[in-house]
Each structure stands twice: as C-alpha cells, then as structure tokens.
C-alpha cells in the first residue's frame, strides 16, 4: 500500500511537469508591442523636454511642456506624454496649472487635451480631478463630458460633465451633480 502511495504521488508531479511543459510551448516569444514604438514610428518628428506657448490673438494664455512630444499632419497634431501646462490672464498673471499623463495639442483648432489623471489645480488650492478634459484656447475655457470630482476646501462635487475656467472661478457640472460638505451657492451652478 505504501508503495501505491509513492507511485501516485510521483505520476502527479510527473503529470503536473508534463502540462507545465506544454503550456509553455503555447506561449508566444514575441513580446507585446507597445503604443510608444507605434507612435515614434509613423511621428514625423519626436521630441523630448519641450515647453510651448498658448496664445490666443497674440496675447500668451500659458505655457504648455511634455516630457515627449510626437508629432502628425504636418507639425499641426502633438501627442504628448506627462504633459503640464500653466496657464496666465491676459495680463500675464498665474491662472492655475493642468498635469495628465498624456495629452494632444491641435495648432488647427488652438485645443490641449488631456488624458489619465488630469489634475487642474487654481490659483488659491481648488482641484479638478479627471480622466479626460480639454482646454480650449479661443474661449479660455476648460470642459469635459466625463466624470470628475471637484475639490473646495471642505467642499467635494462630483458629476459627469464640467464647463469652467482655468482657475476654477466659476465652475458648472452637467450632470450627475452631488455635493458633500459646506456648499457656498456663490460660485457653483448646476
């Protein structure tokens, strides 16, 4: 009986060896293609540490850099990567910043966008939260129709959908809206 036991045991590791072994032949050696390779290799141009200006009518709305920048149609579309921008007032004053992993800037239509964790932070410590928005020059506005959390002092919203400016003075949710917290009724529409 004992002998059984042996045997059986060792055909179950034999067993076990013998599907690890023809699992790994199943496995593909090519390792997967990465979005990066894809990009620099139809970009027209790559480039790394760039700072740019928004402006609008000739007067700077900010500031735009990316870690790197791949460039389409004819140096109009960037795709950037760790994208940040500070944005100023007509004046050249601070007007809150955006951060976001990733980003594309169009010259044809003067909008930035950005994508995962975005994050806009105002002048005096409001933060805007998303996954994607877009900032559009001509109108000095930033909006989205995706979800977002908006933070105020003790004040938290969250909703669907935003329209605002860069310094998050005056702030609209679209949809979805739910407010915790102090409320000031102030500056918040729904």
């Known amino acids: 009986m004992r002998g059984r036991f042996v045997l059986t045991a060792w055909g179950a590791i034999a067993t076990l060896a013998t599907l690890a072994t023809l699992s790994a032949c199943n496995r ?14 139809s970009a027209e141009q790559v480039l790394f540490d760039v ?26 579309k960037f795709e950037l990567r760790v994208v940040r921008a500070n944005f100023s007032t007509e004046t ?24 995962g964790n975005v994050v806009v932070t105002s002048t005096d410590g409001k933060r805007l939260t998303s996954n994607h ?5 001509n109108v000095n506005e930033i909006a989205s129709d ?11 919203q969250r909703g669907v959908g935003f329209r605002t400016d860069p310094n998050l003075i005056v702030f609209r949710c679209l949809s979805r809206c739910v407010t915790e917290g102090q409320v000031e009724l102030g500056n918040i529409t729904p």
């Not at 593909?28 to 290799?41: C, I, L, N, R, Y």
């Not at 050249?92 to 930035?112: E, F, I, M, Q, W």
């Not at 995706?146 to 938290?156: H, I, N, P, T």
């Open 146 to 156: 995706s979800a977002f959390v908006y933070r105020e002092q003790d004040k938290v």
């Open 92 to 115: 050249g004053a601070p007007n809150g910043t955006l951060r976001g992993d990733r980003g594309t800037y169009s010259t044809r239509t003067k909008v930035l966008e950005g994508f």
């Open 51 to 76: 700072r740019s200006l928004l402006t609008h009518r000739g007067v700077k709305r900010g500031e735009m850099f990316a870690d790197t920048v791949f460039v389409f149609d004819d140096q109009t």
């Open 133 to 137: 928005l877009k900032f559009s020059e």
């Open 28 to 41: 593909s050696t090519q390792p997967p293609v990465a979005e990066e390779m894809a990009f620099a290799d």
